[in-house]
């Protein structure tokens, strides 16, 4: 099972993101797509996943600046899908502009995070990030 599917097209972001998980010296697994289309096809178990029965990860965290089919694109699909209706999903972006973080809950984010901008304050951020949605936060979608 995929503890963190994340979401990330910046290969800068993706492997910070690898390290800090890395050295939470836990045994926390995830996988890290750089498209939408790509996660969507997993969740969905379509396209290159049609013959595989994926498991769904603990937590989706997404960013929501994209290219291609966009963060707010996945998680309207990811909501409108029985599968992954409640799947437990953080949006962790760059942008911390009001409209983008309301148009993020009105599409169904469970939670929304603002990228820290130093390498330690991103550490402690997916810490907690992990402790809540790993740890503590209660699910209904094991599917």
Same mark, same amino acid.
């Given at each position: 099972?995929?503890?963190?599917?994340?979401? =990330?097209?910046?290969?800068?972001?993706?492997?910070?993101?690898?390290?800090?998980?890395?050295?939470?010296?836990?045994?926390?697994?995830?996988?890290?797509?750089?498209?939408?289309?790509?996660?969507?096809?997993?969740?969905?178990?379509?396209?290159?996943? =049609?013959?595989?029965?994926?498991?769904?990860?603990?937590? +989706?965290? +997404?960013? +929501?600046?994209?290219?291609?089919? %966009?963060?707010?694109?996945?998680?309207?699909?990811?909501?409108?899908?029985?599968?992954?209706?409640?799947?437990?999903?953080?949006?962790?972006?760059? %942008?911390?502009?009001?409209?983008?973080?309301?148009?993020?809950? =009105?599409?169904?984010?469970?939670?929304?995070?603002?990228?820290?901008?130093?390498?330690?304050?991103?550490?402690?951020?997916?810490?907690?990030?992990?402790?809540?949605?790993?740890?503590?936060?209660?699910?209904?979608?094991?599917?």
């Amino acid at each position: 099972m995929i503890d963190v599917l994340y979401v =990330e097209d910046n290969p800068n972001d993706a492997d910070i993101f690898g390290r800090l998980i890395r050295k939470l010296n836990r045994s926390i697994t995830y996988t890290v797509f750089s498209s939408g289309s790509e996660a969507l096809d997993y969740l969905r178990e379509q396209g290159r996943y =049609e013959q595989q029965k994926t498991t769904l990860p603990k937590l +989706l965290l +997404l960013d +929501l600046n994209l290219d291609g089919l %966009s963060g707010l694109d996945v998680l309207e699909q990811t909501r409108a899908f029985a599968r992954t209706r409640y799947l437990p999903i953080v949006a962790f972006s760059t %942008s911390d502009n009001p409209k983008d973080i309301k148009s993020a809950y =009105e599409a169904g984010i469970n939670a929304y995070v603002v990228k820290p901008g130093s390498y330690q304050a991103t550490g402690a951020v997916l810490e907690k990030m992990c402790d809540f949605w790993l740890e503590n936060n209660t699910r209904i979608d094991y599917k």
